[in-house]
């Protein structure tokens, strides 16, 4: 057992709407990744936190923004939101950042679905 | 532009049957390179990573930098090998991490 644990596991929303994605991270973690997998596709990293501040960004636009909170759990935050946001949002942690700490651990994910 | 591809949707072998799942990557520098695999109704999980030189599960991957290759061997698939393999590389930081569209093997019997 990992200890990742995300919420909700499913949603639906509709095109327009905002939506905010839970996630906690393994007990002593302090770095949070935030992906979005696509049906049939490998997860796109969206953007990764490191002690409450962003420390890295994939090819997403500014709709998509995150928050990472003292306790080491996290939020994703999508705006205005779009048919094709529909997809498995997966969050992973890691107990830090640099060679030595680049394994993820990944929760089970929130399944999107924009309508 | 960083890039991972696995150019296998579906590999499907017999049980003890050797397995080779492809894995080509394009990144300029030094990249960390992984195999992550997601069995049935289960996380996505680490498999193993270059840096490390294990061999987990009786599965090895060799990174091949003039080819730019990281592909995944077993000698003798088994049944329970059967997941979705996904190959996925990141900087020194870990940082920016790019994953393949994966390779969903199917070890049959």
């Known amino acids: 057992e990992t200890g990742v644990t995300q919420s909700p596991t499913h949603l639906i929303k509709t095109r327009g709407q905002q939506v905010t994605l839970r996630c906690s991270s393994q007990?002593?973690?302090?770095?949070v990744s935030w992906y979005q997998q696509a049906l049939g596709q490998g997860p796109q990293f969206i953007f990764q936190?490191?002690?409450?501040?962003?420390?890295g960004r994939g090819n997403f636009p500014p709709r998509f923004s995150g928050l990472q909170f003292p306790n080491y759990s996290s939020e994703l935050n999508v705006n205005a939101l779009e048919l094709d946001d529909s997809a498995l949002y997966l969050c992973a942690s890691s107990p830090g950042w640099g060679s030595m700490y680049t394994e993820a651990f990944f929760g089970q994910g929130t399944r999107l679905t924009v309508v | 532009a960083q890039r991972v591809t696995q150019p296998e949707k579906l590999l499907s072998v017999f049980k003890g049957a050797p397995v080779e799942l492809k894995c080509n990557y394009s990144y300029s520098g030094s990249p960390e390179l992984f195999w992550y695999v997601q069995y049935s109704r289960q996380r996505l999980q680490l498999l193993l990573r270059?840096?490390s030189r294990e061999s987990i599960k009786g599965f090895t991957a060799d990174l091949n930098k003039g080819e730019t290759s990281f592909h995944l061997k077993k000698p003798f698939a088994q049944e329970e090998d059967s997941a979705m393999y996904y190959c996925?590389?990141?900087?020194?930081?870990?940082?920016?991490?790019?994953f393949g569209p994966g390779t969903r093997l199917s070890v049959l019997p």
């Open positions: 270059h840096i």
């Open positions: 007990s002593g973690h302090n770095t």
């Open positions: 996925a590389l990141s900087d020194n930081y870990g940082q920016n991490f790019v």
């Open positions: 936190y490191y002690r409450e501040e962003e420390n």
